[in-house]
């Protein structure tokens, strides 16, 4: 008996064994078969996540950043340890024991399933076993993916240890609201660092890798609550925090961002702009766009905020000052329904679903409105972000007296008289204060309108290149393309310099006399009969004059005489076009062949410089995720930047290896040629700053495009004003009267900031006093307005009285306007000659200076 019980104990334990041998083999064989071919676990020793590129003011303030996944990364000794507790509660809390996966979870998972037949199934994934699903593997719940999940999870806890492991983890998962990590999600939800996290707020954001979609802390705040409450539970029965914590901590409220509790960390940035999207366009094409949104690159900008601020009001007050000109209301073009007006919160949260612009700040911050009721001469219009007080907020009927509104045939009706002849109920428009000059009190509501009307608006540093202000237009949310880099515009006259600029260099000197009669040229389009802006024909005139009137005709005759091969040769050397792309007619000597104001602005900072290259660049310094300086503008070197001994008198000595685009001498009598531009020219009426100033004016044919691009010795700014789709600005539009205004605004504040003194004359530099209408040599002891004390370049004698004409014919019987309005004689002089003889002649006009 006893033999035949230890026989069926035997047999019995022989299958048993034989079982589990088999089980093991099979086991081991299925661990074995997938785990042959399964990625490389070691690529994750060198996990570098996508991460948030962010551009820094040069104050060290974040002005923006760019990202496809919002992600910071926390190294793991910089992650504060209740934030790890709180999800190791959550998520895997025997983490720090396990081999990569834990058995007892797993059977734990296993028997509630069982018991609850099917209606309690949970995961038992490890944090370790999710890192591999999330990084190697893919999201499938079938079997053999969780069998390769747990052959990897085995095989990376040999490789990392547990807090790299969790670093991972930490700095990979996702948590809603396109925040990637938990120091990212940190900053969404409660605008905090992690160390700034209460017990409970660690415990919120622990709760979100589980299902972020099902745990908003808006549409499901109490299952997030119940969530939250868990961890924390966990947390003080895993010995993390105190009972008394805890007691405290599950009676705080769910808080967020989301709900309005706590500022969006958006807040603290500035709306993007211009700028900030141009140093994301340019640096996207260096380092290419998926290294930019993703490698967490740190980039320190050559903005500056305050002059930034300026250009945006100094554009948006010229183009609003023609847009009112024009005397038309188009408003926004959107409305809401009657419907939705029932109520406050109604048309409210209808008003915050328009597309709208909403980052203008002109005099005052613009407000997006609504048109609630249309009285018999005011409008009660409701507006974003101001509560409605009293009676409401009204329109009252002079303020919109100013304007016609287009009817729908197209044609303007008659000028509004009260508020009902512009606006309609269900009307969005922008609304703005107006207020008091002298103490800011506040007037009246006033509706506004983004002009039809666009420009842009640069500045830089002559001799450094660092762009300090760009603006692309009136606003950014109304459109993002940056007029001030992307648009391709017609200088026109604005574009004469760099045809001067080629003479002066080939022999001309500012006194050089080039006639100013009408031309005639054949081109495959027809006979061209080029003109001056006033109609007018002025005869033999000296260079300066030339272009401080910004004679159209003698440009013409002076770039046949030197060349558009040279001409041409000189824009591109400058950059306004690219080597090759500029074409050499005669039409483009007036600027009639298009190119960015970007370009030009930096083409005329080496006229202010005294004729070196500088490169313009939106951005001083760019680092990478770990410090390092991947590039860097300023490549000059500071001989004694470190040498303690320097007097305290004398600035550093910078060593600049800079290329000279142009002589010296020629760029100085470039820039006092062109500061005759501002001081009696064609900018002199708009642009006056107190200091010494040179700029140039244009506008082209029917003033579809106008210009001003001027300099000080130390900032060059220019401005373009135009339709998107060229059209004309109308009858007496001009370079000057519109972008001068803008230019002279700006500089005001940029000269009070950075300051600005006399242009450096070079060496090489002889002066000579001439008149500047006749071009005649004049005595050292000569005064008065026509005198000009002029730079010639030493060991040159000038000529004075020999005038060029281009190789063009000119009537002898062609009725001239001198400069003080009378009309001169043509006649040809006993040399051959051709000369204008006034009605009264002095000895000035008639000296040997004086006949050309």
Not at 140 to 146: C, D, L, P
């Amino acid at each position: 008996m006893l033999r035949a019980i230890l026989t069926f104990f035997g047999s019995i334990f022989s299958l048993v064994t034989m079982g589990l041998m088999m089980v093991a083999l099979t086991i081991g064989a299925i661990f074995w078969m997938y785990g042959r071919d399964l990625p490389s676990h070691e690529s994750l020793a060198q996990y570098k996540p996508p991460t948030i590129s962010r551009i820094y003011s040069g104050e060290g303030q974040i002005i923006d950043e760019f990202a496809k996944e919002r992600r910071l990364f926390a190294p793991a000794d910089e992650i504060p340890d209740m934030v790890k507790q709180a999800l190791i509660s959550a998520e895997d809390k025997n983490f720090y024991t396990h081999a990569g996966y834990d058995t007892r979870g797993m059977a734990s998972a296993l028997r509630d399933a069982v018991v609850s037949r099917g209606q309690n199934v949970r995961g038992a994934s490890t944090i370790t076993q999710q890192v591999m699903k999330n990084f190697l593997l893919d999201g499938s719940r079938r079997a053999e993916r969780k069998i390769k999940e747990i052959i990897l999870a085995t095989r990376i806890e040999e490789t990392l240890t547990k807090d790299e492991i969790l670093e991972l983890y930490m700095n990979e998962i996702f948590l809603g609201q396109n925040s990637f990590g938990f120091a990212a999600a940190s900053q969404t939800y409660f605008n905090k660092t992690m160390g700034e996290l209460a017990p409970h707020e660690a415990a919120f954001l622990a709760s979100m890798p589980k299902a972020p979609s099902q745990f908003h802390p808006v549409r499901r705040k109490e299952r997030l609550k119940q969530r939250r409450d868990f961890v924390l539970k966990e947390m003080m029965e895993n010995g993390y925090i105190t009972d008394a914590v805890y007691q405290s901590e599950v009676q705080q409220p769910l808080r967020s961002v989301q709900n309005g509790d706590f500022e969006s960390f958006k807040s603290a940035l500035p709306p993007r702009d211009y700028f900030t999207d141009e140093i994301r366009r340019q640096l996207s094409r260096d380092f290419g766009e998926g290294e930019f949104f993703t490698s967490g690159l740190t980039v320190r900008a050559t903005i500056d905020p305050e002059m930034q601020a300026e250009a945006a009001d100094a554009l948006r007050r010229g183009l609003e000052r023609y847009d009112r000109s024009q005397g038309v209301w188009r408003g926004t073009g959107k409305k809401i329904a009657r419907e939705q007006l029932s109520s406050e919160e109604a048309w409210r949260a209808a008003l915050s679903d328009v597309n709208i612009a909403r980052d203008i700040t002109l005099e005052n911050k613009w407000h997006p409105a609504v048109v609630l009721e249309v009285g018999s001469n005011e409008a009660r219009v409701g507006l974003e972000g101001v509560q409605e007080d009293g009676d409401g907020h009204w329109i009252p009927a002079k303020d919109v007296q100013w304007a016609r509104k287009r009817l729908a045939d197209g044609k303007l009706g008659r000028k509004a008289q009260v508020a009902g002849d512009l606006l309609e109920v269900g009307d969005v428009l922008h609304v703005g204060k107006m207020t008091a000059d002298d103490n800011g009190a506040f007037i009246r509501w006033t509706i506004r309108q983004v002009p039809e009307v666009q420009g842009g608006f640069m500045a830089m540093d002559v001799n450094s290149g660092r762009v300090i202000a760009m603006q692309g237009g009136f606003s950014y949310q109304h459109s993002v393309f940056n007029r001030a880099t992307q648009a391709q515009r017609q200088p026109g006259s604005s574009f004469k310099p760099f045809v001067y600029a080629s003479a002066l260099d080939s022999g001309y000197t500012p006194a050089t006399i080039v006639v100013d009669a009408p031309i005639e040229i054949n081109t495959p389009q027809g006979l061209w009969r080029p003109r001056n802006a006033s109609k007018t024909f002025y005869g033999p005139t000296p260079l300066r004059t030339g272009i401080e009137r910004s004679r159209n005709l003698m440009t013409i005759r002076l770039a046949k005489e030197v060349g558009m091969d040279t001409v041409g040769s000189y824009a591109e050397k400058f950059g306004v076009y690219e080597k090759g792309d500029f074409l050499r007619v005669l039409a483009n000597s007036l600027g009639s062949q298009e190119t960015t104001l970007f370009k030009m602005v930096a083409a005329y900072a080496m006229f202010a410089n005294g004729g070196e290259r500088v490169e313009p660049t939106l951005v001083d310094r760019v680092q990478d995720r770990y410090g390092k300086t991947v590039y860097k503008h300023d490549e000059r070197i500071c001989t004694d930047c470190n040498d303690p001994a320097i007097a305290p008198t004398r600035s550093p000595r910078i060593v600049s290896d800079r290329e000279r685009v142009m002589n010296a001498v020629t760029a100085y009598q470039l820039t006092s040629m062109m500061r005759g531009v501002v001081e009696r020219g064609t900018a002199s009426k708009t642009v006056n700053l107190g200091v010494p100033t040179a700029g140039k004016t244009g506008t082209t044919n029917d003033a579809k495009d106008v210009w001003f691009v001027g300099f000080t010795n130390r900032i060059v700014a220019g401005c373009y004003i135009g339709y998107d789709t060229p059209r004309s600005l109308g009858q007496g539009a001009s370079g000057g009267g519109m972008c001068g205004p803008v230019f002279n605004q700006f500089m005001k504040k940029a000269t009070k900031k950075y300051g600005a003194s006399k242009f450096r004359v070079p060496e090489g530099c002889q002066f000579i006093k001439i008149d500047r209408f006749s071009g005649a040599r004049l005595s050292g002891g000569a005064s008065g307005d026509n005198v000009v004390n002029e730079c010639f370049r030493e060991g040159e004698e000038p000529i004075f009285g020999v005038s060029f004409d281009g190789g063009f014919a000119m009537g002898s019987n062609l009725s001239l306007i001198r400069p003080d309005g009378q009309v001169a004689r043509q006649v040809t002089t006993s040399t051959g000659k051709k000369a204008g003889v006034g009605p009264r002649a002095t000895f000035g006009t008639l000296s040997s200076g004086g006949l050309y």
